[in-house]
């Protein structure tokens, strides 16, 4: 395949990259923190915390002081035993300012029993922890948990029990609908972070990493013996292949539907090229809406910055250095939400909405998501590959591409979990591939803001029984360079949703709609818009291999010819959230 030339460059960067992801960099590092504990600390490692059917979580205690009953911060980790520096900073934070911090190793990761199973075990250890740490003599009765990604699910699945000691929490880079954000956006499989995450990161219960390539070592057909062709045997990655729709394996996961089980108010971070980023905003938007309590409902804040998955560590997320605004003090932010929510502390300040405004690079406080003065603008596709707000006029126009399921569209930037592909990138890489149509604006003659949510309807036929498409929003800018900002997929088959799949006709016109999830960016005079759209985005999303067979049991191919239409009558286009200045 033609795309290895191109992944392999990454390989050697990515097993490092790997390891270091692995071990916690997912987090805000709180580098304030690395100096010593108070001198009252009083420690107890590995503490052992009995589940309701009986097995033993090893857990630490950090105690401001041996005497007085305290507010606890909790973290429920996979990736680590708290011995590493970044998780002693999260002690030191919390012991410095007055609360007990528990650190606990979920079930089946380095010293506590049980077997890991990602997600479901959660939401019952999650609960019984929290009551353990009420009961304590030294408790308070009040836990407020925090943490990024994994450490972020945890949170949001113990809080399904409405366990009275669970105050307040701050997930950061947290899914929201397990089957839409973490194994199947758009109904295609997320095959590199579930390959890398989900095979690669139980190769053994103390998070020690093999030496599987896990960009071009996952070229494998079929995908239902992966785990198998680099060395695995992972109970839970077959089940995710067996659920390729959404059914009742993932209902329980869907956090975003089950807001009305939830009481607990969530300062919820994400960033712009988080893989996580479409649930950051709908948990805060269902929370605000549906959730169990009027303080849980009022008690919503949510901030997304310029970042990755790994939050808040550097200005710079894949070529673009966002300047020293990028970075905000996640301690004070955490201290003040906490303080206010377990010590009577004043409200927190600002607006319940904070967000990076890429381009001009400055944080904004708003109010409402969408935002207030939203004007939901359509951007139409033209048959001179022009994109423009002009309708389409003419009685038939396509345009039309092929796309080969062995020569895949690779992977460059996006919200992704990978270290060297996540981002914004320059997209020359793929100018000179002909299985990419692109539509360009002309340049902007003013400052234009694009903040919001974003889609497009593309209107479509293939040859095959099933396939995907996928729209990618770029910036371009005078020199010609450009930088992706947002894209999306959806896979043919669950075109009218995503819990029963319907093959489509070759031939015929379907409409389709992408979810491009959200952005904020502000167009500099001159810069152009640009939509990308294609079939594929490889590794990061596993190949349709368009013969409308059973997901990942097949490895048989075909070369599907698309067909882009762009009339009056099937008018494509992306719809634009633009802020008027």
Request: glycine share 8%; net charge negative; aromatic share 12%.
């Amino acid at each position: 395949m033609k795309f290895w030339i191109f992944a392999r460059v990454a390989v050697a960067v990515l097993v490092s990259a790997f390891i270091s992801a692995s071990t916690g960099a997912f987090a805000q590092s709180f580098s304030n923190y690395d100096g010593d504990f108070p001198e009252s600390v009083s420690i107890s490692y590995h503490q052992k915390v009995e589940m309701r059917d009986g097995v033993v979580l090893a857990t630490d205690v950090y105690l401001p002081n041996k005497k007085g009953k305290f507010p606890t911060l909790l973290v429920r980790d996979i990736y680590s035993n708290g011995s590493s520096k970044i998780r002693q900073r999260y002690a030191k934070f919390a012991t410095n300012n007055g609360y007990a911090f528990v650190f606990q190793s979920v079930r089946g990761r380095y010293d506590s029993e049980g077997e890991w199973y990602p997600y479901f075990q959660e939401i019952e250890d999650g609960d019984d922890t929290l009551t353990w740490i009420a009961e304590q003599s030294w408790s308070d009765g009040q836990v407020g948990m925090f943490g990024s990604s994994y450490l972020a699910s945890v949170q949001w699945l113990a809080a399904l029990n409405k366990n009275p000691a669970l105050v307040a929490i701050a997930p950061a880079m947290s899914p929201g609908n397990y089957y839409r954000d973490v194994a199947y956006p758009g109904g295609a499989f997320s095959l590199l972070s579930r390959a890398r995450w989900g095979i690669g990161l139980v190769g053994s219960r103390t998070n020690m990493s093999f030496p599987v390539d896990w960009i071009g070592g996952i070229d494998h057909l079929p995908l239902y013996t992966l785990a198998e062709s680099v060395g695995f045997n992972v109970k839970h990655f077959q089940d995710w292949l067996d659920h390729p729709s959404y059914d009742d394996y993932w209902a329980p996961l869907n956090l975003e539907a089950r807001a009305p089980e939830m009481a607990v108010p969530a300062l919820n971070i994400g960033g712009w090229y988080d893989v996580f980023l479409r649930s950051t905003i709908g948990s805060y938007q269902t929370m605000k809406r549906e959730a169990a309590s009027e303080t849980a409902r009022n008690g919503q804040r949510m901030i997304i910055g310029p970042w990755p998955h790994g939050w808040n560590v550097s200005s710079k997320t894949g070529d673009t250095d966002f300047g020293p605004n990028a970075l905000i003090n996640a301690e004070e932010i955490f201290l003040e939400w906490f303080d206010y929510w377990m010590k009577d502390g004043p409200a927190p300040s600002g607006s319940p909405i904070k967000i990076f405004v890429m381009g001009e690079n400055v944080w904004r406080e708003e109010e409402v998501w969408p935002l207030a003065n939203t004007q939901f603008t359509p951007f139409y596709l033209h048959a001179d590959q022009t994109l423009s707000p002009d309708v389409p006029t003419q009685k038939d126009s396509t345009l039309k591409y092929r796309y080969d399921p062995s020569d895949p569209v690779p992977t460059l930037g996006g919200n992704i979990m990978e270290t060297t592909l996540r981002g914004p990138y320059d997209q020359a890489p793929l100018d000179a591939r002909k299985d990419v149509l692109r539509f360009e604006s002309a340049p902007f003659e003013k400052p234009t803001e694009i903040t919001g949510p974003i889609s497009a309807e593309i209107y479509a036929a293939s040859s095959a029984k099933d396939t995907d498409f996928m729209a990618k929003l770029v910036v371009v800018r005078p020199d010609g360079t450009s930088s992706n900002l947002v894209d999306g997929v959806i896979r043919a088959r669950y075109r009218d949703g995503f819990d029963e799949p319907h093959l489509i006709d070759p031939g015929t016109v379907y409409k389709y709609t992408i979810d491009m999830w959200a952005t904020s960016y502000l167009l500099a005079p001159g810069e152009k818009l640009r939509l990308d759209v294609t079939s594929s985005n490889y590794p990061r999303l596993a190949r349709n291999l368009n013969t409308g067979g059973e997901f990942a049991k097949t490895s048989k191919m075909k070369i599907a010819r698309q067909t882009i239409h762009m009339s009056e009558a099937s008018p494509s286009k992306v719809i634009l959230p633009i802020i008027p200045r």
